[in-house]
């Protein structure tokens, strides 16, 4: 692997690396997408995905080596200025709250004392529909409550996630590398954020029930270098949660090199559900649940819509196409609910693997 300034077409003042092996198999890989720009954050440069013709992985080459992480999330969502919070108000937004709330209080065990038996019916009522399940179980990532449970999240962004699970009992641990979101979480909740890796961080063994990785995995410099730590840092009994872009999803089929989950130069890796399952070999951890979502797809569409115009996502629309956005975007999540019902076709993979 050849560290590179890539001639100018890797962004100015950022180094990068070639990586011409696949990952997981050592195939060389054959380019996929040429000459792709950052359209969302404004990173400098063209970027290119290769593809294993063997496994199927997806990976960006040139690179961006470690020293030069930071610049590429300079302008990222987690820096955005901090709001004041509105308390919630009455009306349909307040029902769908209640209605999440039942939900993760009888499929997931985050049940108030005060929990009525309407409020309990109302929650295995609505959680037979798996479209309401799966929203209200993504508030948690699916994680059941654990009594004193300890829980890391990996790129934990500005604290956010972590935030919900200390209000529902969790002991909770955060890694962000990036300077601005790790001093948002740590200044905005007073939680415990580190700054290192994980592999660099020296957790102790054994000690977190569980580990979340919500759209990170494909950020990772070595993602099986990762999952080995998590492996080392579970208990007997733990489970490790991943969420990833689906490289196989209905949205990259219809967008190709338009598709929001492509974002060079920030990811790294592109996973399908045989890649990512591949990812755990020889690994410590017993995969429980792999399967893709839909709960994504309707921003996928006008995301990706966007970007295939070349504007920002959601910038620049006059009112009635931001309504045909909206009811197209509708139709095409329909479609993916389908689809990811039957085979893997939603915009992210949900994996859920425990340790053995």
């Given at each position: 692997?050849?560290?590179?300034?890539?001639?100018?077409?890797?962004?100015?003042?950022?180094?990068?690396?070639?990586?011409?092996?696949?990952?997981?198999?050592?195939?060389?890989?054959?380019?996929?997408?040429?000459?792709?720009?950052?359209?969302?954050?404004?990173?400098?440069?063209?970027?290119?995905?290769?593809?294993?013709?063997?496994?199927?992985?997806?990976?960006l080459n040139p690179r961006p080596i470690p020293e030069d992480m930071e610049k590429l999330y300079e302008h990222y969502h987690t820096h955005a200025a901090e709001v004041p919070q509105t308390p919630p108000r009455a009306g349909p937004a307040s029902l769908r709250r209640s209605g999440r709330k039942a939900i993760l209080a009888v499929r997931f065990g985050y049940a108030p004392r005060n929990l009525t038996k309407t409020a309990?019916?109302?929650?295995?009522?609505?959680?037979?529909?798996?479209?309401?399940?799966?929203?209200?179980?993504?508030?948690?990532?699916?994680?059941?409550?654990?009594?004193?449970?300890?829980?890391?999240?990996i790129g934990c962004g500005n604290g956010e996630f972590l935030r919900c699970m200390q209000a529902r009992g969790w002991d909770v641990v955060g890694i962000e590398p990036d300077p601005v979101a790790n001093g948002t979480a740590r200044r905005r909740?007073?939680?415990?954020?580190?700054?290192?890796?994980?592999?660099e961080a020296y957790l102790e063994a054994a000690s977190f029930d569980a580990i979340a990785m919500n759209n990170v995995i494909e950020h990772l410099e070595n993602p099986v270098r990762t999952l080995g730590e998590c492996a080392r840092l579970l208990r007997k009994g733990g489970e490790l949660v991943i969420v990833t872009p689906n490289v196989e999803s209905l949205g990259h089929r219809v967008f190709g090199r338009a598709?929001?989950?492509?974002?060079?130069?920030?990811?790294?890796?592109?996973?399908?559900?045989?890649?990512?399952?591949?990812?755990?070999?020889?690994?410590?951890?017993?995969?429980?649940?792999?399967?893709?979502?839909?709960?994504?797809s309707q921003y996928i569409w006008r995301a990706s819509?966007?970007?295939?115009?070349?504007?920002?996502?959601?910038?620049?629309?006059?009112?009635?196409?931001?309504?045909?956005?909206?009811?197209?975007?509708?139709?095409?999540?329909?479609?993916?609910?389908?689809?990811?019902?039957?085979?893997?076709?939603?915009?992210?993979?949900?994996?859920?693997?425990?340790?053995?």
């Open positions: 692997m050849e560290e590179t300034n890539g001639s100018g077409k890797s962004g100015a003042g950022i180094r990068t690396r070639g990586i011409a092996l696949c990952l997981l198999c050592e195939a060389p890989g054959v380019p996929y997408y040429e000459r792709l720009v950052d359209k969302l954050y404004g990173v400098p440069g063209e970027w290119n995905w290769l593809r294993c013709p063997a496994c199927g992985l997806f990976w309990a019916a109302m929650g295995w009522f609505l959680s037979s529909i798996p479209s309401f399940r799966e929203r209200a179980g993504r508030e948690v990532l699916w994680l059941r409550k654990k009594p004193r449970g300890r829980l890391l999240e909740f007073g939680l415990d954020v580190l700054r290192d890796p994980i592999e598709w929001r989950g492509l974002e060079p130069p920030r990811h790294f890796f592109l996973f399908s559900m045989s890649t990512l399952k591949a990812a755990f070999r020889s690994m410590e951890l017993k995969i429980d649940i792999a399967r893709t979502t839909a709960t994504g819509r966007s970007l295939r115009r070349g504007t920002l996502p959601f910038e620049g629309r006059a009112k009635g196409e931001r309504r045909l956005d909206k009811w197209e975007s509708r139709l095409f999540s329909l479609l993916e609910r389908a689809l990811a019902a039957v085979g893997p076709f939603g915009e992210e993979i949900v994996l859920i693997a425990q340790k053995k």
